[in-house]
């Protein structure tokens, strides 16, 4: 994240009128597998952890000008699975169902989704 980035996240937080913590938003937004889901989640209202997977993988390897191996996928994940999903429960703005490896979109605040727009 660039500075003039950071400064919109900044003022985007400072400006809000919502409970959201600034640490939690802060701590989601510097999780790049976190704003993959995120991203994921925009467009569907559900997902199941391997689809989400496959577009944390696709959008990596984008990112990293490399060619994903099915060992990444596998690394991703898993850290989805374990990290990431958990988290992002835990801040209300997706539910995961770790039994049947699903998960559904909660309120995603309005600051949020902005940033996540402006990064794409």
């Known amino acids: 994240m660039d500075e003039a980035s950071l400064r919109d996240v900044l003022?985007?937080?400072?400006?809000?009128?919502?409970?959201?913590s600034p640490d939690v938003l802060l701590?989601?937004?510097s999780d790049r597998y976190a704003r993959y889901v995120l991203h994921h989640l925009s467009d569907e209202s559900t997902a199941t952890l391997d689809a989400l997977a496959d577009t944390a993988t696709g959008l990596a390897a984008t990112e990293s000008g490399a060619i994903a191996?099915?060992?990444?996928?596998?690394?991703i994940r898993v850290r989805l699975y374990h990290l990431v999903?958990?988290?992002?429960?835990?801040?209300?703005?997706?539910e995961f169902d770790s039994e049947t490896r699903t998960v559904e979109r909660d309120e995603i605040p309005a600051v949020l989704r902005e940033l996540l727009r402006k990064e794409t």
């Open 69 to 75: 191996t099915p060992g990444d996928r596998e690394e």
């Open 85 to 94: 999903l958990p988290k992002l429960d835990a801040a209300g703005y997706l």
């Open 27 to 29: 701590d989601v937004l």
């Open 11 to 20: 003022e985007a937080v400072e400006a809000m009128e919502s409970d959201v």
